[in-house]
């Protein structure tokens, strides 16, 4: 490897003797040069261990090959599984996917779409936090840059929305779970996170009313994204003050809550499943990836995770060659799978 350091593209075309233009050729597309050509491009990389600035490089395209991907929580599980799918779709057709995490905060989300304007995205995959959310912030960035929104919708923002169908989500946890025992209790936090969770609560009450039960729902106090912790002490809080006494089955609006929920179980010394003798049944939403691991494992409703990450993308793709705008708004939404495991 060279001693010397390669500042930018002129000194490495220099430091390979090839012409700039070819360098610049190459970096675009390696099979555009000559073999040999190529070679001898690939052994300067070699010797100067020189990677060219990509984000400076497309600020010169008028389209850049940058896909801007936000999510809410990188530090969920879920939005790491979208991320990665939606990554490597982006990757293998051709395009720099960069992620950013909006951490639950509306000014960091605000940030990170400024921060997006700057580096000329091709397009953008968008998760936002939803209720949190600056909507005006949103808007004004989706009618500059072609965006797809994914997961939490924001009725009329943007050109495309994709994600899952909250209502097939609950509206087989409950049909499931009413089947052959009491009808469940709804658990959800007082403040919901996106709009998703209000979703899935409207879904409930439409299919408890539909099955002749009534209603009946828990709330977690709380706000945020440490599901897990409120959904821990909001179960504590319902066993203390008697709102539990008497139910023995319950649905959580999402995966997280109900590993709490499940937490404080175990604290309290009340069995969860589906086996005889176990005091208490819950299914939930999502199919997080570690809701096969909780003890016991989780019932739930699955998200198509490959199905809704390549659509977004899809989506995406066909939004940037249409010119950044379709004749309307899209909205695709596609069902959730339960899936039994010894929660209930």
């Known amino acids: 490897m060279s001693g010397k350091k390669i ?34 491009i690939e052994a300067a990389l070699e010797k100067h261990d020189y990677r060219p ?7 010169n395209r008028r389209l850049t090959k940058n896909i801007g991907i936000v999510v809410p929580y990188l530090a969920d599980p879920f939005f790491g599984e979208i991320a990665r799918v939606i990554e490597q779709r982006c990757i293998q057709a051709g395009f720099w996917p960069i992620l950013f995490s909006s951490h639950g905060e509306q000014s960091v989300e605000r940030d990170i779409l400024e921060s997006l304007r700057g580096l000329k995205p091709a397009g953008v995959l968008l998760a936002p936090l939803g209720r949190a959310s600056d ?22 923002v943007g050109e495309a929305f994709v994600g899952s169908d909250n209502f097939s989500f609950v509206s087989q946890t409950v049909e499931y779970i009413t089947r052959d025992g009491d009808p469940p209790s709804f658990f959800e936090m007082r403040t919901p996170a996106n709009p998703n969770a209000n979703k899935r609560r409207i879904a409930y009450v439409q299919m408890m009313e539909r099955l002749g039960f009534e209603p009946h729902i828990i709330r977690a106090e709380g706000e945020g994204w440490a599901f897990e912790e409120i959904g821990k002490q909001g ?56 809701s096969r691991f909780t003890c016991p494992s989780l019932t739930t409703a699955a998200h198509d ?16 060659e249409s010119g950044g705008h379709f004749r309307e708004r899209r909205e695709i939404l596609f069902p959730a799978r339960l899936v039994l495991r010894a929660s209930a």
Not at 54 to 59: D, E, G, P
Not at 135 to 156: M, Y
Not at 305 to 320: D, G, H, K, P
């Open 135 to 156: 909507q005006l912030a949103i808007e004004k960035f989706c009618r500059d840059v072609p965006t797809v929104l994914f997961d939490s919708n924001i009725e009329g």
């Open 305 to 320: 995770y490959e199905r809704v990450s390549n659509q977004s993308v899809e989506t995406l793709f066909e939004l940037i």
């Open 235 to 290: 179960a504590h809080q319902a066993f203390e003050t008697g709102e539990m006494t008497g139910r023995s089955t319950i649905v959580c609006s999402n995966d997280r809550l109900a590993i709490g929920f499940l937490a404080a179980c175990f604290e309290r010394g009340v069995t969860v499943g589906r086996e005889p003798g176990s005091m208490l049944r819950v299914a939930s939403n999502d199919d997080h990836p570690f």
């Open 53 to 59: 600035n990509i984000f400076a490089m497309n600020q």
């Open 7 to 40: 500042k930018n593209m002129e000194e490495f075309a220099a430091a390979a003797g090839i012409s700039r233009p070819t360098v610049s050729k190459y970096f675009n597309d390696p099979d555009s040069v000559k073999v040999k050509t190529r070679a001898i």
